[in-house]
């Protein structure tokens, strides 16, 4: 891998965001970008300093894919809005379910994915726009975990020998792709961002077809919003890195009014970490374990087993795809 990462420990923020807007101007070159928001710290971090950097000539966009958390699509637009920051919402539910229908391999789920997104969608896009740069978050873990083939990340290209030019019809430029989630987190900061935006916990670029073990169907892919509401609501005050609901495929026996009955499996994840190369679940109390299965059992009917992970990453990895 020819990227050098630059640890936090060696990274002046300022610094960082003074040279990537000049190489900004330069590699755009006078033409339009677009950019790709997905309202987690790495893509709203990149929507900044593309923002400062190039200002009208960015057009961004924030794709409702149908597999966001709940109220997130109005969220992220009205954070961006009162940043300043012109953002157009794209419904392209029906073209990614049409895409991810029957679909139950985990790398074909992203490939699924990568192709409605970057051909798909964001090849329309560029072309109206007369665009010939997508701008998006890429990290340096992504590269790291998919070159090691851990788990592809879906928005990586290049460094799999894919010509974005040649296949997509744009460049695609990856501003943030030497850092670590440490180190975007005080770009962030330094661009002024508040902090629930860049200090929010992980999102996968895939969203919630991560969290779904199995054909991705919109019925999962609302349970497991819903399952991730109650989880995220119990733990917003745990400092954690990284907390999550996953659906399982296999449906389990279960008792309603006294009588047996099949339904769904979630499993809850929470991690302690500060890079996401190595990771430990987090030490919750049985309490609050309790509570946490409780609601998720009584609000969401349909599921009827709720369980914890507590094992390490590695052997297990933060997300389940």
């Known amino acids: 891998m020819s990227i050098k990462e630059i640890k936090s420990e060696d990274l002046n923020p300022e610094e960082f965001i003074n040279e990537k807007c000049l190489a900004l101007v330069e590699e755009t070159k006078g033409g339009i970008a677009v950019n790709a928001l997905s309202g987690g710290v790495d ?3 990149t929507t900044m300093l593309a923002h400062r950097a190039i200002g009208e000539r960015l057009k961004t966009y924030y794709i409702d894919n149908g597999l966001m958390r709940a109220g997130e699509s109005d969220a992220v637009m009205h954070t961006m809005v009162k940043l300043g920051v012109p953002v157009e919402l794209v419904d392209a539910r029906e073209e990614f379910f049409t895409a991810l229908k029957g679909v139950t391999d985990p790398e074909k789920k992203r490939q699924a994915i990568t192709d409605t997104f970057y051909k798909t969608v964001f090849g329309r896009l560029v072309k109206e726009s007369g665009a010939r740069f997508l701008l998006q978050g890429t990290i340096f873990t992504d590269v790291e975990e998919t070159m090691a083939g851990i788990k592809r990340q879906h ?18 430029i990856e501003p943030l792709i030497e850092l670590r989630k ?74 309603y009014q006294g009588r047996r009955s099949y339904g769904n499996q979630i499993e809850i994840r929470c991690w302690d970490s500060t890079d996401a190369v190595v990771a430990k679940p987090t030490w919750l109390s049985f309490d609050l374990l309790e509570k946490m299965a409780s609601r998720i059992t009584t609000e969401i009917p349909e599921v009827v087993s709720v369980t914890y992970n507590i094992t390490t990453k590695p052997p297990s990895t933060i997300e389940a795809l």
């Not at 928005?155 to 695609?172: A, C, E, R």
């Not at 349970?223 to 389990?252: G, K, M, P, S, W």
């Open 182 to 255: 440490t180190g975007v987190r005080m770009v962030g900061k330094a661009l002024g961002l508040p902090e629930s935006v860049y200090n929010r916990p992980p999102f996968p670029g895939p969203a919630l077809v991560t969290r779904v073990i199995g054909d991705a169907t919109p019925e999962k892919i609302d349970l497991v919003r819903r399952a991730t509401a109650i989880v995220e609501a119990e733990l917003a005050d745990v400092n954690a890195f990284q907390y999550l609901a996953i659906l399982h495929e296999d449906r389990v026996t279960g008792v």
């Open 43 to 45: 893509s709203s971090v």
């Open 155 to 172: 928005n990586i290209l290049s460094q799999l020998g894919i010509d974005t030019q040649d296949v997509y019809g744009y460049k695609v």
